[in-house]
């Protein structure tokens, strides 16, 4: 079955950078996009950025854009958020999502979620 | 950028039906399909309702997504309340600047 799972994250300095890891299986990894969600503690759902099947096109959120960068590594079914100068309202959980459909470009939705990986910042 | 509105608690009696509403600030509702998300305590999200109405594959039909221009929000009805059905629910839509969610609604069944 399709499973999602994120690495990477823990307590980080203010300012610092961290690297989470998203392992897909179960699918055809290089045919769907990626995105990245986060859950910051007791509050809602923010979206942050998504990547294409092949890499070519990318999309980020204001919130994040100029300090994340989405890769993916389609040998290793993995995708990668590398985040840079992380600020302490960027503590909370990240999920790494597939989207609903295959192919080019991205949808409106995901239809598959993982398990999440918690990222503190603080000092 | 908009604003997805959601009422910040619902509840029913099992076996009832209750519709949780959410409310595009600007621009058109009918513009952009409206998705729906459960995530259960503890639990990580899952998709309910995708393109406003279309249910992922192994939701109960108890589960129904529509729009209403007139009101310009969006609506999940659940309907033959189940204690499983106790979550919180989010709606999401987008535009050309991304993603956007609503600030969920607390589902109680009690």
């Known amino acids: 079955q399709v499973q999602l799972v994120e690495s990477g994250g823990g307590v980080v300095q203010p300012g610092r950078s961290l690297r989470l890891s998203c392992v897909a299986s179960g699918f055809t990894f290089n045919s769907f996009a990626i995105h990245w969600v986060r859950q910051s503690p007791g509050k809602g759902l923010e979206w942050l950025t998504v990547i294409a099947f092949d890499a070519t096109n990318k999309f980020y959120a204001d919130s994040v854009k100029g300090r994340f960068t989405v890769s993916r590594d389609n040998s290793k079914n993995t995708v990668y958020l590398e985040m840079n100068r992380l600020r302490a309202d960027d503590t909370g959980v990240y999920y790494c999502?597939?989207?609903?459909?295959?192919?080019?470009?991205?949808?409106?939705?995901?239809?598959?979620w993982g398990q999440g990986t918690l990222v503190t910042v603080s000092s | 950028n908009f604003m997805l509105t959601q009422p910040h608690s619902v509840s029913g009696s099992p076996g009832k039906t209750v519709t949780i509403s959410c409310t595009r600030s600007?621009?058109?509702?009918?513009?952009?399909?409206v998705q729906w998300y459960q995530q259960r305590p503890g639990g990580s999200p899952t998709t309910v309702i995708y393109d406003n109405n279309q249910r992922v594959s192994g939701v109960p039909d108890r589960f129904s997504g529509s729009i209403d221009s007139s009101s310009n929000s969006a609506s999940l009805i659940i309907s033959g309340l189940k204690t499983e059905d106790e979550a919180d629910y989010y709606c999401?839509?987008?535009?050309?600047?991304?993603?956007?969610f609503g600030g969920g609604t607390k589902l109680a069944v009690l």
């Open positions: 999401q839509s987008y535009d050309t600047t991304g993603w956007v």
């Open positions: 999502a597939r989207d609903m459909g295959e192919g080019s470009g991205w949808s409106p939705a995901v239809a598959y």
């Open positions: 600007s621009g058109s509702i009918a513009s952009n399909y």
